[in-house]
């Protein structure tokens, strides 16, 4: 199993003013966080009371990892985020009520109802819907880094996966065709230690997953996955580097996924003592110490902005709501594009 | 007008598509350096550069995966596969993301797969294969089949500028074996419309690819005993002019439909299907349907010959047909 960094590695305020993070940016990073979390948390609620149909993911104990990569991307970057990734949707600003309309196949939902759950994306926001075979995004997502090779523009492509994902022949194109032509793509490994029911040692035999970028041509690198700042730091440095020219990277955020592999399994597999060991390294729980010790964080600031994210998702619930169904009179509408969808015809 | 083969059409279609639109890029296994497998890139990467003539990695789901990628972000990939073959190593590419991406989140892929498909020169199992009608199946896809040097640079330019993804399937046996004009200036022509490649009045067949050729030489044979053949060459499978193969079949009342994928669930049951249920009162005959049987392609001579259709095939079942 894939040890993460020494728990008290989360650095001193001025340290991570140097790496370009302001009060006001990690305020803003433990908001995203809480929007993330309390999404899910409310999600899971509508599903039980039968108001999401299909079944239902979370990422909980992944918010660091998603809201900590997410904000060390530039919004011209671009990234194909999976099901535990909810944060980065979030940190690069998708509205919530959007996401619960997905949740509930409204017609608002990114995928107006025609995709469910963390299926969605926004390419206003440069994020590529995911598919449920989940490794399969990541040659599409060193796609978008080879599109901006192509065209010599400083943008970086964030390709997300997880333990499970990169035990497939998918993961292993994707990364040696990055790694052959030095593309600006950036590989973050979701490592929460399960892959549904499989555990880290019936998914790969070498001690990290990371360890395979050597094989690549690339670094890889571990980082805590429940430390946001740990998790940005390696990130901002992995995508500048990109960035610059100096290729791919590696990036292994070992966490803990917290619930079953979706709201149906009750993760029985998982030995109880694992989770609660894990439980005291909550990525938010974390994260709220640090900032009322670092960053001059009193509880009534933190408290007041967990009131407004409680009040800000009961909108969004009340909105994603009241939105429409779609018309299954549109069922056959959309399956082909038409040519006045794309822009910039060499005619035009 | 100049005359090319089916394979120059292509090729220099292709470059003249790169030349009008810098979006335009090819990639895939050995197209670079070496100009292809059958040479049809010759020449691009001293024209285009290592950045829009990309030699890939073995690796037919990075090279379609990353395709799909580059549509994504504006650009229009031009992919080869080195044999369609191949294509079954990239399923999840072409049939899960590409296909899905736009009715699911609204997003186009401009993306366009070469690939070199079917037999008649004993390339056995894995290189002679003609998986299109697979495709047909699969919501969001587009499918393009084309037999004449002509329709083969008209289709590619169209594939490239629609914003859906377009499996192009080229007929190897065509390549340098088929040879008439072609203009010189760009132009493109439709999908979803049929191309009658030599009228009649007794006899309908339907047909795309290389078997339009096999078709046209069994029509020949009955002309000289005074059945009229018409040909339909479909030019697409997704979408298809069933309009055409409706019209020409009330004209003759009969039709024979050929193709060199194999029989169950090739696309010749699906044009059976429609003409039964739209043109049921027009036939006069049952529907004929010739095709490879159900078994992989083998690679003796011999073998091969038995499994593709032969125009001696075609014309005992023409023959059936005009007497019935």
């Known amino acids: 199993m894939a040890i993460a960094r020494d728990t008290e590695s989360l650095g001193s305020l001025p340290e991570i003013e140097e790496l370009g993070l302001g009060r006001a940016e990690l305020l803003g990073m433990y ?47 671009a990234g194909t985020p999976l099901h535990r990734d909810m944060g980065v949707h979030v940190t690069r600003g998708v509205e919530p009520w959007r996401i619960l309309a997905q949740y509930m196949g409204r017609v608002d939902g990114p995928a107006r109802g025609r995709d469910g759950n963390v299926h969605l994306a926004q390419i206003e926001q440069n994020l590529i819907a995911m598919v449920s075979h989940l490794p399969a995004m990541m040659p599409v997502a060193v796609g978008l880094a080879l599109a901006f090779r192509i065209r010599n523009e400083r943008r970086v492509s964030v390709s997300w996966f997880g333990d499970g994902a990169a035990a497939r022949g998918d993961a292993h194109e994707a990364m040696n065709f990055a790694g052959v032509r030095r593309l600006p793509v950036v590989f973050v490994c979701d490592n929460n230690q399960y892959a549904y029911s499989t555990p880290p040692q019936f998914e790969y035999a070498c001690a990290n997953i990371s360890d395979r970028a050597a094989a690549y041509g690339f670094e890889g690198t571990v980082v805590d996955g429940t430390d946001v700042l740990a998790v940005y730091t390696e990130a901002k440095r992995a995508i500048e580097k990109a960035r610059e020219g100096d290729g791919p990277t590696l990036i292994e955020c070992v966490s803990f996924r917290m619930e079953g592999h979706a709201v149906h399994d009750d993760a029985s597999y998982v030995p109880r003592e694992l989770f609660e060991e894990w439980s005291k390294r909550d990525p938010i729980a974390r994260f709220r110490l640090w900032l009322s010790e670092h960053a001059r964080a009193g509880e009534a600031e933190l408290s007041e902005m967990e009131e407004g994210v409680k009040t800000l998702l009961v909108e969004a619930q009340r909105r994603a709501e009241s939105s429409p169904l779609p018309d299954p009179a549109e069922l056959e509408q959309g399956v082909y594009a038409e040519p006045e969808e794309l822009e910039g015809s060499p005619d035009a | 007008m ?29 197209v670079g350096v070496y100009g292809g497998a059958f040479k049809l890139t010759v020449g691009f990467l001293e024209e285009f550069g290592p950045w829009r003539v990309i ?25 080869e596969l080195q044999f369609a073959d191949f294509i079954s190593c990239a399923w999840d590419q072409v049939v899960t993301v590409a296909a899905k991406q736009h009715y699911r989140a609204g997003t186009s892929v401009p993306l366009v797969l070469r690939l070199p498909s079917g037999g008649g020169f004993s390339g056995g199992p894995f290189h002679s294969q003609s998986p299109e009608s697979s495709f047909t199946h699969v919501p969001g896809l587009k499918v393009v089949c084309p037999a004449t040097p002509h329709d083969a640079k008209g289709l590619l330019a169209t594939a490239i500028e629609d914003p859906n993804p377009v499996l192009y399937f080229e007929h190897k046996h065509l390549y340098r074996r088929i040879k008439a004009e072609v203009p010189d200036e760009r132009y493109t022509i439709p999908f979803g419309k049929a191309r009658i490649h030599r009228a009649g009045g007794d006899v309908t067949v339907v047909t795309w690819g290389a078997m339009v050729y096999t078709a046209a030489e069994a029509a020949g044979e009955l002309s000289a005993e005074g059945v009229s053949v018409e040909i339909v060459d479909l030019r697409t499978l997704q979408p298809w002019d069933k309009q055409a193969v409706l019209e020409s079949v009330a004209k003759t009342s009969k039709l024979l439909i050929l193709h060199e994928d194999t029989r169950t669930s090739g696309f010749g049951a699906e044009i059976a299907a429609q003409v039964v249920e739209d043109a049921f009162e027009h036939l006069d005959a049952p529907i004929r349907r010739i095709a490879a049987p159900d078994t992989p392609i083998p690679f003796s001579p011999v073998l091969e010959k038995a499994y593709i259709p032969q125009v001696e095939d075609v014309a005992v079942a023409l023959r059936e047909l005009a007497a019935y």
Request: net charge negative; proline share 5%.
């Open chain 1, 31 to 77: 908001r995203d966080m809480l929007i993330t979390r309390g999404i899910e948390e409310r999600g899971h609620i509508l599903y039980k009371q039968g108001k999401i149909p299909g079944s239902f993911y979370t990422g909980r104990g992944n918010e660091a990892a998603a809201v900590g990569v997410a904000t060390a991307m530039r919004p011209e970057d």
């Open chain 2, 2 to 30: 100049p005359e090319k083969t089916y394979l120059q059409a292509i090729s220099d279609g292709l470059r003249q598509e790169m030349r009008r639109d810098e979006r335009v890029f090819v990639l895939g296994e050995d």
């Open chain 2, 55 to 79: 030699d890939t990695p073995l690796s037919e789901i990075a090279i379609v995966g990353s395709a799909t990628g580059t549509a994504l972000m504006g650009l229009r990939p031009v992919a």
